[in-house]
């Protein structure tokens, strides 16, 4: 059974950094198209980053664009999310979700059939 597990979320101020991570078991997530989500109390669950399983074809959604980098460590089987100058209204939590065999990726929920348990991440001074 595909399971993935997010790690790495936690309390920081504003303008501070964090780095997610996105460990899987049971399968390659190198072979996988690689999203990651967040979803703030109250509000739909909206696609951030994702990585192609091909090529590592990346794609951000606007809003994160410059401030979000996605990125995939084969030899460790984890993708990570880097987050720098966090803002309040990136208050949320953060899900990483994977596809297997899609050489190219989308920011849509519904392309994605595996999904971690999320991990939380709170922007407050």
């Known amino acids: 059974q595909v399971q993935l597990v997010e790690s790495g979320g936690g309390l920081v101020q504003p303008g501070g950094s964090l780095r997610l991570s996105c460990a899987a078991s049971?399968?390659?997530?190198?072979?996988?198209?690689i999203g990651w989500f967040r979803q703030a109390p109250g509000k739909e669950r909206e696609g951030v980053t994702c990585i192609s399983s091909r090529y590592d074809r990346l794609n951000y959604a606007d809003s994160v664009k410059g401030r979000f980098t996605i990125s995939r460590d084969n030899a460790k089987n984890t993708v990570y999310l880097q987050i720098n100058s966090l803002k309040p209204e990136d208050t949320a939590v953060y899900y990483c979700?994977?596809?297997?065999?899609?050489?190219?990726?989308?920011?849509?929920?519904?392309?994605?059939?595996?999904w971690g348990q999320g991990t939380q991440v709170t922007v407050s001074s």
């Open positions: 049971r399968f390659n997530l190198r072979d996988a198209a």
């Open positions: 979700a994977a596809e297997v065999n899609r050489p190219f990726c989308g920011l849509g929920p519904t392309e994605y059939d595996y």
